[in-house]
């Protein structure tokens, strides 16, 4: 018997053999597992030779699972926490399960294993001492472009998640914000059968991907160079004044923004306050 507790399991992204020799042990002993889709993880159990009481825990109705299973851990049960794929909570549900759990003073355990973000960030060839994970980027353009402007002057690797649907969108919205220049690498389908891992700046990036069909299938990580320290002197309002005697504002902000590492949007916005 496992010791009563909330257990956090991380599972494969892809390749069902990346899971750790203590996850299988737990998975194997937990008196239930709360998973994202339990036919989905059912699969993954049933490949590993594991029989387990699997109870679905999804955005849609983690609220209303809540009060059962902390009831199963008071009355000295254990819990494994699972997600589709990678480590719980990171994009995935189980972050309002672990905040109840949390507050009320019951056991939560980590169970590491795989994360697409760190599988990302390993093969990238980007700084790794420090990151930015952001996860998905909004679906609609427009909340989408005002992400991705606050985060142009960050000067650290962002990590993003995106799908097959929207990465070109997301990629156009990368080059408008960040300029064609700017290093990054595309990691599509990691583990798997078709795993790719693309390399160059935003602009070669987004000619690979349009050129090439299969480039835009499946599930990826998009791994932004960070944006560094803007030269000496280089401020990013006095230059798009400066430009304002030849450009639109707009488009000077625009300017500005990607010589300087600076926000377009607080740029313009200061821009027309002075005006």
């Known amino acids: 018997m496992l010791t009563p507790g909330l ?17 299988l042990d737990i998975l194997a002993r937990a008196d239930c597992v709360a998973a994202e889709d339990t036919r989905h993880s059912g699969a993954l159990l049933k490949h590993h030779g594991i029989e ?16 059962g299973l902390l009831n199963a851990i ?27 759990a949390a507050e009320a003073g019951l056991p939560v355990h980590p169970v590491p294993g795989a994360s697409a973000v760190t599988a990302a960030l390993s093969v990238a060839a980007l700084a790794t001492d420090r990151f930015r994970f ?11 472009r005002k992400r991705l402007e606050s ?11 995106e799908s097959g649907q929207r990465i070109r969108a997301s990629l156009d919205d990368l080059l ?3 300029g064609q220049g700017r290093k990054a690498v595309i990691c599509r389908e990691l583990t798997k059968q078709f795993e790719t891992t693309l390399r160059g700046t935003l602009g070669e990036l987004r000619a690979m991907i349009e050129a090439d069909p299969d480039q835009r299938k499946g599930e990826f990580v998009v791994l932004v160079d960070g944006a560094g320290e803007a030269g000496p002197g280089l401020d990013g309002l006095e230059l798009a004044a400066a430009l304002t005697e030849y450009l639109p504002a ?6 500005a923004a990607k010589l300087s590492g ?3 949007r607080d740029i313009y916005a200061a821009l027309k306050s002075k005006r």
């Open 52 to 67: 387990a009481k699997l109870v679905s825990l999804h955005e849609h109705n983690e609220e209303r699972r809540i009060p």
């Open 74 to 100: 008071r009355a000295g049960q254990s819990v494994a926490l699972i997600s589709d794929a990678g480590t719980p909570l990171i994009s995935d549900p189980g972050f309002r399960l672990v905040c109840a």
């Open 134 to 144: 952001e996860g998905f980027l909004p679906a609609r353009p427009a909340a989408r």
């Open 7 to 23: 257990y956090v399991v991380a599972t494969p992204i892809g390749n069902r053999e990346d899971i750790t020799l203590r996850a």
């Open 176 to 178: 408008e914000v960040f």
């Open 262 to 264: 600076g926000s377009r």
């Open 250 to 255: 707009s488009q000077a902000a625009r300017v």
């Open 151 to 161: 985060l142009a002057a960050c000067p650290v690797t962002l990590a993003l998640f």
